[in-house]
């Protein structure tokens, strides 16, 4: 007999077969989050779970289904998961790293963009019927060719991001637990402190992952050491930054922009933002692409498969439960 899975959303085709072809499965058809006990009640009698960075699997969840086998998330991240009390039970809790990082560095570059030469003002201007052509300061924006962009934790995603800024011509300063010897050999980056990074970057983009000690990482202290003329991208975690003091930075002009792609209270935004014009808002689409979603629909069905064929898979978060 098949072991038994619950996905809690449909994924690209190629993942679905490959799921199909191993497991019975059952899944969520509707394009929405479930809840938590659809979650409780979709994994009932069944050895695996596949869930989504917008699925909550917290300990309550997990316990509910004491003969499951592994969780396999659809994601780089995990903070949606419960990690400590998976480990506890025995249960491998795998992500999907690697796949999607020159993707969400593409994106970044895009928020880069459009922020700070005010791509999507520009287009509202043109559907509005404002444009009545063209004029000495009309949406003066900044250059980017030839500034400073910090790098807020310089992983895989921070040095994809930064390998594009040597295109442009930039300075490239940094901060990370450790000294990156690939950005600094490559691409002459210069470790920091937090403070010097905001204080000097024309352009701040953060790639850290969401811990207890990078929730509000930046905020209002922070987004007040930035010059007038910065601007802020985020395509990491939206509780990094704080984001009401954002709102009253970008409000006030402390910062002239900033590019988001993910939110603190996520999917719900805070409406302050929606009265902006100098933020660029996107619906979490850092790895959209046909190409990436597939890659990382394949990668954690592999991961999933592997367990139960006693393999170590290919990226698993906490290994110590297979030794």
Not at 31 to 54: N, P
Not at 127 to 140: D, V
């Amino acid at each position: 007999m098949k072991p038994k899975l619950f996905l809690t959303r449909e994924l690209p085709e190629e993942g679905m077969k490959k799921l199909s072809g191993y497991f019975d499965m059952e899944y969520n058809s509707e394009d929405r989050v479930l809840s938590k006990q659809e979650i409780i009640a979709g994994i009932s009698g069944k050895d695996a779970l596949l869930c989504l960075l917008t699925d909550t699997i917290d300990r309550e969840v997990i316990e509910s289904n004491p003969n499951l086998k592994v969780i396999s998330n659809y994601a780089v991240g995990y903070n949606n998961i419960d990690v400590k009390a998976a480990t506890e039970l025995g249960i491998p809790v795998c992500n999907t790293p690697g796949v999607l990082t020159e993707t969400t560095a593409d994106l970044a570059w895009a928020l880069i963009m459009a922020a700070a030469r005010r791509i999507t003002e520009g287009d509202r201007f043109v559907r509005a019927g404002k444009f009545k052509g063209w004029g000495p300061l009309m949406l003066l924006g900044g250059d980017v060719f030839g500034k400073t962009l910090g790098i807020v934790g310089m992983g895989r995603i921070g040095l994809a991001t930064a390998r594009r800024a040597k295109g442009f011509g930039m300075r490239i300063l940094y901060t990370n637990r450790s000294v990156s010897r690939e950005a600094e050999e490559e691409l002459r980056a210069k470790k920091v402190e937090l403070s010097e990074l905001l204080s000097e970057a024309d352009i701040v983009s953060i790639h850290v992952p969401l811990t207890e000690e990078t929730r509000h990482l930046i905020g209002e202290k922070e987004l007040a050491a930035m010059k007038p003329s910065a601007i802020l991208v985020n395509t990491a975690r939206g509780p990094v930054v704080d984001e009401s003091a954002l709102v009253e930075a970008l409000r006030s002009n402390r910062i002239r922009a900033a590019g988001l792609d993910v939110y603190e209270n996520e999917p719900e935004v805070h409406p302050g933002l929606f009265e902006l014009e100098n933020v660029v808002l996107l619906p979490h689409l850092g790895s959209a692409t046909i190409e990436t979603r597939t890659k990382m629909a394949l990668m954690a069905a592999e991961n999933a498969i592997a367990v139960f064929e006693r393999k170590t898979p290919a990226a698993i978060v906490n290994p110590e439960v297979l030794s």
